[in-house]
T-cell receptor, first 114, second 114 residues
Framework: ETGVTQTPRHLVMGMTNKKSLKCEQH?????MYWYKQSAKKPLELMFV???????ENNSVPSRFSPECPNSSHLFLHLHTLQPEDSALYLC?????????????FGSGTRLTVV | GENVEQHPSTLSVQEGDSAVIKCTYS??????FPWYKQELGKGPQLIID?????GEKKDQRIAVTLNKTAKHFSLHITETQPEDSAVYFC?????????????FGKGTRLSVIA
């Protein structure tokens, strides 16, 4: 596989559930990102990981918990979410320090909280 | 920090006509400006980028122009086709800023009417 793969593609969960989103990149990149995309805020940066270390947390509620076990994998653990958390969650990766600066995005996980 | 404004938020054009999307940025240190296209059900994909050492870059029917003095850059799509219908995002970044993330505009929904 190539590129950035996100699973699952769709997820419906209740407000009391615990679930996890998974992202895997096959590009050898050293930085990974979680974005939330909704109608109100099209691309909202949530977390940044650089060489497995979290370098940015954009005031995200604690019900979202990221995990980056290695430079190829990124998880977003979800618990006690609210209906307003329903959105498309996008993962991206990039190579910091390279002349190729662009981000590569996955196709996203469409999350619905009921 | 950097702030990117994008206009218009929606744009409808007849097939074959040209489309122009404009972005302004606030940080004069920004020197890398990518454009992403997001089709329905997919993540954003990099379609073209420009660095501050050039004023224009072209790739077939798409081109990007950069005016560093005015701090604005534009995406031009000529001879539009229905498959150009998508949401387009501009972004700005400073390449020597370490892993400071890309700053995205709010997106433009382009509809090409056959």
């Amino acid at each position: 596989e190539t590129g950035v793969t996100q699973t699952p593609r769709h997820l419906v969960m209740g407000m009391t559930n615990k679930k996890s989103l998974k992202c895997e990149q096959h590009l050898g990149h050293n930085a990974m990102y979680w974005y939330k995309q909704s109608a109100k805020k099209p691309l909202e940066l949530m977390f940044v990981y650089n060489f497995k270390e979290q370098t940015e947390n954009n005031s995200v509620p604690s019900r979202f918990s990221p995990e980056c076990p290695n430079s190829s994998h990124l998880f977003l653990h979800l618990h006690t979410l609210q209906p307003e958390d329903s959105a498309l969650y996008l993962c991206a990766s990039s190579q910091v320090g390279s002349v190729n600066y662009g981000y590569t995005f996955g196709s996203g996980t469409r999350l619905t909280v009921v | 920090g950097e702030n990117v404004e994008q206009h218009p938020s929606t744009l409808s054009v007849q097939e074959g006509d040209s489309a122009v999307i404009k972005c302004t940025y606030s940080d004069s240190a920004s020197n890398y400006f990518p454009w992403y296209k997001q089709e329905l059900g997919k993540g954003p994909q990099l379609i073209i980028d420009i660095r501050s050492n050039v004023g224009e870059k072209k790739d077939q029917r798409i081109a990007v122009t950069l005016n560093k003095t005015a701090k604005h850059f534009s995406l031009h799509i000529t001879e539009t086709q229905p498959e150009d219908s998508a949401v387009y995002f501009c972004a700005a970044w400073t390449t020597n800023s370490g892993n400071t993330p890309l700053v995205f505009g709010k997106g433009t929904r382009l509809s090409v009417i056959a």
